[in-house]
């Protein structure tokens, strides 16, 4: 077994044995689409358009609490550090499977909050749904490549919770999750500016892969 292989699922057996992140993000992703369910009015739910902004408006936040939580899990066991002592593998290496692992994580979280969308605000994208969560999906390996960054770095300082979400909201915004929005936006509007939008979000999502790759040797 290759060594990214041993380390995406060394990620996965820790995260399912307790399941304390993946639990407490899909009851924040439930909780926030109640909230908005009965905060919205139906006119405005009935607006298709509303669909991409209130997706992002959970995954954003529910996703980079499951990336910090992953990330102050290691840093509280020091398994990271033991890894590099035990097999001294890259810290790009480290990053690369820290990033599939999450992922992995993510790529779930949002298969279950597509699902809770769909079921609670019924489906804006309609035959056209299959794409949508793909835009999503795709997303995900940005949001998981910033967040995985920004996260390991702040699990160090104090109010690392906070820090690393504070950190990663601005670098996604105006990159992965404006390219996903408009992307989904096209989508709905049977746009051709589709194949723009996915061009970018796919070079942001290679942009955020090899950065962190690259800044984390750099931490060497």
Partial sequence: MSPLAALVRKEMRVELRSLQGTVAAAMLVLALLLLLRFTLTNDEIARARLAPAILWSVLLFAGLGLLTHTALREGDRGTGEMMLRLAPLPRATLFLGAWAGNLL?????????????????????????????????????????????????????????????????????????????????????????????????LLYDLAFLAGGAWLSELAD
Avoid at 114 to 130: H, K, R, V
Avoid at 152 to 176: D, E, K, R
């Fill in 105 to 201: 994580l993510l790529s779930g979280l949002t298969l279950l909050a597509f699902g809770f969308y769909i079921l609670l605000f019924e489906n804006s994208f309609g035959s056209a749904w299959p794409s949508a969560l793909a835009i999503l999906l795709l997303s995900a390996v940005g949001v998981s490549a910033a967040g995985t960054l920004t996260t390991q770095a702040a699990a160090p300082l104090p109010g690392a919770w906070m820090l690393g979400t504070l950190l990663a909201i601005p670098l996604l915004l105006f990159t992965v999750v404006e390219a996903s929005l408009r992307a989904l936006q096209a989508l709905l509007l049977d746009d051709a500016g589709i194949a723009t939008a996915l061009t970018l979000l």
